[in-house]
C-alpha cells in the first residue's frame, strides 16, 4: 500500500491539494491517514469511491409537487383532446369507401323507384309523361329524406372515443410516459395524413357531396330526356327505357379506386 503526502496523492489522483486537505479536514479521508501524516492512497481511493461529494437536493415541497403534477395533467387531458379529434378527423382509405358504399344505398334505391312510373306514363302523350315523371323524381327524393335519417343511423359506422384514462391514479412517472406518448401519437397520425396514409373526413363527405349533387342533376333530367320516347313505349319498353337511364345515373355514383 503505497503511502503518500497529500500533495503527491493529488498530483497522482489529478486532484487538487486543496480539495483533498477539504476532504481531510470534513472527515472523508480521515481513516486513510498514517501515524506519520501521509495518505494511505488505496484506503483513500476507496473513501473518496464511497463517499457522496455533491450537495443532496433540497426537497421540493409537497404544495409545489401537487401544482406540478396538476399542471402535467392538464396537460396531458389536452393532448388527449387533441388526439381523439385527430382520429376523429381521419379515416382509413379504404373504410372511407366501405362507408360511401353504405351512404349510396338509399340514394340506390330512390333512383330506382322512377321504374315504378313505367305503367302509368307509358305511351301517354309527352307533356303528360314529362309531369308524371318529374312529380315522380320529386316523390323519389321525398322518400328518401323520410328514411335517411333512419337509414344512416342505424347502418353508418360511428366513431367512438376510447374512454379517458383516470390520471388522478397514474403514478408521475406514468403521467409523464402517457404525456411522451400522446406526443408521440399524435406525430404519428399528422403523418398518416401527410402522406396519404389516411383521408380527412371533412375532405371525404365534401367529395361525395359533390357526387350526390352531379348525380341528382343527372336523374332530374331524365323526365326531359325520355319523355318523348316513353309517349311511344309500352310499359316494358318505358321501364326498359327508364333502367337504362337510372343505371347510367347510378354509374356517375361510382367511386373513384384513390377516393
Known amino acids: 500500500m503505497p503511502h503518500l503526502s497529500r500533495r503527491g496523492y493529488a498530483r497522482s489522483r489529478n486532484l487538487s491539494e486543496a480539495a483533498v486537505r477539504r476532504h ?34 433540497a426537497k421540493v415541497p409537497a404544495v409545489l409537487r401537487t401544482a406540478r403534477q396538476r399542471h402535467l395533467r ?33 340514394v340506390v334505391e330512390c333512383y330506382r323507384r322512377l321504374l315504378d312510373a313505367a305503367p302509368i306514363v307509358a305511351g301517354k302523350p309527352a307533356a303528360e309523361v314529362h309531369r308524371a315523371l318529374a312529380k315522380a323524381a320529386n316523390d323519389c327524393f321525398v322518400w328518401y329524406q323520410d328514411i335517411a335519417e333512419a337509414w344512416y343511423e342505424a347502418h353508418m359506422p360511428k366513431f367512438e372515443a376510447e374512454p379517458e384514462p383516470d390520471l388522478d391514479s397514474l403514478s408521475p412517472v406514468e403521467l409523464a410516459a402517457l404525456h411522451e406518448n400522446l406526443g408521440a401519437e399524435i406525430l404519428e397520425l399528422g403523418r398518416y395524413g401527410s402522406q396519404g396514409l389516411a383521408r380527412r ?52 355514383l361510382e367511386v373513384p379506386t384513390d377516393v
Open 201 to 252: 373526413v371533412d375532405d371525404v363527405i365534401a367529395e361525395n357531396e359533390e357526387r350526390m349533387v352531379v348525380a341528382k342533376g343527372l336523374f332530374l333530367a331524365i323526365p326531359g330526356r325520355v319523355a318523348q320516347l316513353v309517349a311511344i313505349s309500352t310499359v316494358e319498353e318505358a321501364r326498359e327505357l327508364l333502367s337504362r337511364e337510372v343505371e347510367l345515373v347510378i354509374a356517375a
Open 24 to 57: 481531510i479536514a470534513s472527515g472523508v479521508l480521515a481513516d486513510a491517514l498514517t501515524p506519520d501524516g501521509l495518505l494511505d492512497a488505496d484506503r483513500a481511493d476507496e473513501l473518496l469511491r464511497g463517499s457522496v461529494t455533491r450537495k443532496p437536493q
Open 74 to 106: 392538464a396537460k396531458v387531458r389536452r393532448l388527449l383532446d387533441e388526439v381523439t379529434e385527430l382520429k376523429g378527423s381521419l379515416i382509413d382509405p379504404k373504410h372511407a369507401r366501405e362507408i360511401i358504399a353504405i351512404a349510396d344505398r338509399p
